[in-house]
């Protein structure tokens, strides 16, 4: 066998090893007890538009094969915001790009955070995995009141529980998840107040404020035993000021999903898309959209204006840092559309509708 054949064995049983308790909990785990569904086999989700995730296997031929290319170490941004304490105008958003797929928005007097992670790597261990390149964009202690928390999923770049618990401690949110996701975040942090709900559920937020959690093209894991026992969704988040439709993780596929949200709960003023980690495309496409497809997608929802995410924070697969926004703007450029109309955010900027 080829030494680097074996350092990446070696590897997968290091972490393994490291993240015994981790993968013991999640063989025996049972995250969500209900009724048989359409996309829930009464202990596993499904999506029935979707496909099955990648085998271990197919994981396995990637880290052999893999060429990635290197990242820099640090990729510092100059933007760092603080944020005001309310935008309490119901006509106005305020949306910062926090890094990967975090951002704060505020809208109609609350302060909501999406997929919120300030750790320093994303990974079930904290000295292995990938490691964020950049600070986020908003230090945690200037962070305003935050009245509600939306998780789209359980992987560890999009449920980060030390962050979760430290806004949970100083904040006192309600986390609105998935089901199944408020298993996951009670074991870590009993204190946590965590609701979780189906896909096509309206949950207020405010008086002027609610969010429905609708499908998207994913699917769940925190270890080697429980995968999809987690729901996942993309958000559709209404107020006064019009809809944004906030996706998580996505493949792309037919682009139904992208379709059916304009057609139950269009129009869509602002989409939040991720345009990253996406290579190799054989073995991403059916979980992550590359910048070409997050174009169909916004074009599918019938938004306004789009916001990229999911990018040049930390090193997850193997295109560059700096790829996706470039074949963002092409794209846009392609398609017709303006370069405004879909922006890429560096950590700390900040978009006022």
Same mark, same amino acid.
């Given at each position: 066998?080829?030494?680097?054949?074996?350092?990446?064995?070696?590897?997968?049983? =290091?972490?393994?090893?490291?993240?015994?308790?981790?993968?013991?909990?999640?063989?025996?785990?049972?995250?969500?007890?209900?009724?048989?569904?359409?996309?829930?086999?009464?202990?596993?989700?499904?999506?029935?538009?979707?496909?099955?995730?990648?085998?271990?296997?197919?994981?396995?031929?990637?880290?052999?094969?893999?060429?990635?290319?290197?990242?820099?170490?640090?990729?510092?941004?100059?933007?760092?915001?603080?944020?005001?304490?309310?935008?309490?105008?119901?006509?106005?958003?305020?949306?910062?790009?926090?890094?990967?797929?975090?951002?704060?928005?505020?809208?109609?007097?609350?302060?909501?955070?999406?997929?919120?992670?300030?750790?320093?790597?994303?990974?079930?261990?904290?000295?292995?995995?990938?490691?964020?390149?950049?600070?986020?964009?908003?230090?945690?202690?200037?962070?305003?009141?935050?009245?509600?928390?939306?998780?789209?999923?359980?992987?560890?770049?999009?449920?980060?529980?030390?962050?979760?618990?430290?806004?949970?401690?100083?904040?006192?949110?309600?986390?609105?998840?998935?089901?199944?996701?408020?298993?996951?975040?009670?074991?870590?942090?009993?204190?946590?107040?965590?609701?979780?709900?189906?896909?096509?559920?309206?949950?207020?937020?405010?008086?002027?404020?609610?969010?429905?959690?609708?499908? =998207?093209?994913?699917?769940?894991?925190?270890?080697?035993?429980?995968?999809?026992?987690?729901?996942?969704?993309?958000?559709?988040?209404?107020?006064?000021?019009?809809?944004?439709?906030?996706?998580?993780?996505?493949?792309?596929?037919?682009?139904?999903?992208?379709?059916?949200?304009? =057609?139950?709960?269009?129009?869509?003023?602002?989409?939040?898309?991720?345009?990253?980690?996406?290579?190799?495309?054989?073995?991403?496409?059916?979980?992550?959209?590359?910048?070409?497809?997050?174009?169909?997608?916004?074009?599918?929802?019938?938004?306004?204006?789009?916001?990229?995410?999911?990018?040049?924070?930390?090193?997850? =697969?193997?295109?560059?840092?700096?790829?996706?926004?470039?074949?963002?703007?092409?794209?846009?450029?392609?398609?017709?559309?303006?370069?405004?109309?879909?922006?890429?955010?560096?950590?700390?900027?900040?978009?006022?509708?």
């Amino acid at each position: 066998m080829p030494s680097s054949q074996k350092k990446i064995i070696t590897g997968f049983k =290091t972490v393994a090893n490291a993240a015994g308790g981790v993968g013991a909990l999640t063989r025996l785990s049972r995250y969500y007890n209900g009724p048989i569904s359409d996309h829930f086999d009464g202990l596993r989700f499904f999506d029935p538009q979707g496909s099955a995730p990648k085998s271990f296997f197919d994981l396995l031929r990637w880290q052999i094969g893999k060429q990635p290319v290197a990242w820099p170490k640090q990729d510092p941004s100059p933007y760092s915001d603080t944020p005001p304490l309310r935008v309490d105008n119901a006509r106005d958003w305020r949306a910062t790009y926090v890094g990967h797929a975090s951002l704060l928005l505020q809208v109609a007097g609350i302060n909501v955070l999406l997929d919120p992670v300030w750790s320093k790597r994303v990974s079930p261990v904290t000295f292995a995995g990938p490691r964020r390149v950049n600070d986020p964009g908003i230090s945690f202690d200037v962070l305003p009141p935050i009245d509600a928390v939306l998780v789209s999923h359980c992987h560890y770049d999009h449920m980060d529980m030390p962050t979760l618990s430290a806004v949970a401690a100083r904040h006192r949110p309600r986390f609105i998840v998935p089901l199944g996701n408020d298993t996951i975040i009670r074991s870590y942090d009993a204190a946590a107040h965590v609701d979780a709900y189906d896909w096509y559920v309206d949950v207020p937020l405010s008086r002027n404020v609610k969010v429905v959690l609708v499908p =998207t093209r994913h699917w769940s894991s925190r270890g080697a035993f429980d995968r999809n026992k987690a729901l996942w969704a993309s958000f559709v988040i209404e107020t006064p000021a019009g809809r944004i439709l906030f996706v998580g993780d996505s493949g792309y596929g037919d682009g139904f999903h992208f379709r059916n949200v304009r =057609t139950l709960y269009g129009p869509i003023r602002l989409a939040i898309l991720p345009i990253g980690a996406y290579e190799p495309s054989w073995f991403m496409r059916d979980m992550h959209m590359d910048p070409e497809e997050a174009v169909r997608a916004f074009i599918d929802t019938g938004a306004e204006r789009a916001l990229a995410h999911h990018f040049g924070t930390f090193p997850l =697969t193997d295109e560059a840092i700096d790829e996706p926004p470039a074949r963002l703007a092409a794209a846009l450029q392609q398609s017709g559309l303006p370069s405004d109309a879909f922006v890429a955010l560096r950590p700390g900027q900040v978009l006022e509708l």
